[in-house]
T-cell receptor, first 114, second 114 residues
């Protein structure tokens, strides 16, 4: 158990819908990262927050947005869903923002868009 | 930009065989290098890391050395077990700025047969 929790574990929805994925980082970790794992794209970085502020952005679509709240939990919002958005979405956390720090990964949310 | 290339899998070995999974990287700065492991149905776990050239990371019998001259970070284990069957990801931390985002290779599936 990494200490990072993600809900829900599975999500099945239809094209055009909007969903929210939730992540609670390990106690004491200020940095939260979101990654997408799909068969064709592999594991890709989406976005990073540090202590409530956006720190880095990767290949995140404009239909996707995220935020980190004062209690440090984070939410990833996916809207106007398409079939290609079906993937495993991981949240990870680390103590700070340095690249030397280990990131602890949650179990992931599997999103299926029908 | 930075990138990671891993040997393609799947890799199938008999128990107690020697394991090597090749990983090479391209980076403009001085990234940290990581190996993560993903067991079926689980999130990623850090296996080992190295933060500077010539560092050797090791854990659970696995080891990898940060080779700047060959831009490589190959994973090795002297004697694999059935329980080592998993997907292995080589990753580097972003070398361009003060973010911790990880760039992953495509992953290598290891299957160990008794």
């Amino acid at each position: 158990d990494s200490g990072v929790t993600q809900t829900p574990k599975h999500l099945i929805t239809a094209t055009g819908q909007r969903v929210t994925l939730r992540c609670s980082p390990r106690s004491g970790d200020l940095s939260v990262y979101w990654y997408q794992q799909s068969l064709d794209q592999g594991l890709q970085f989406l976005i990073q927050y540090y202590n409530g502020e956006e720190r880095a952005k990767g290949n995140i679509l404009e239909r996707f947005s995220a935020q980190q709240f004062p209690d440090l939990h984070s939410e990833l919002n996916l809207s106007s869903l398409e079939l290609g958005d079906s993937a495993l979405y991981f949240c990870a956390s680390s103590v700070e923002t340095s690249g030397r720090n280990e990131q602890f990964f949650g179990p992931g949310t599997r999103l299926t868009v029908l | 930009g930075d990138s990671v290339t891993q040997m393609e899998g799947p890799v199938t070995l008999s128990e107690e065989a020697f394991l090597t999974i090749n990983c090479t990287y391209t980076a403009t700065g001085y990234p940290s290098l990581f190996w993560y492991v993903q067991y079926p149905g689980e999130g990623l776990q850090l296996l080992l890391k190295a933060t500077k050239a010539d560092d050797k990371g090791s854990n659970k019998g696995f080891e990898a050395t940060y080779r700047k001259e060959t831009t490589s970070f190959h994973l090795e284990k002297g004697s694999v077990q059935v329980s080592d069957s998993a997907v292995y990801f080589c990753a580097l931390s972003d070398s361009s700025g003060n973010t911790g985002k990880l760039i992953f290779g495509q992953g290598t599936t290891l299957q160990v047969k008794p």
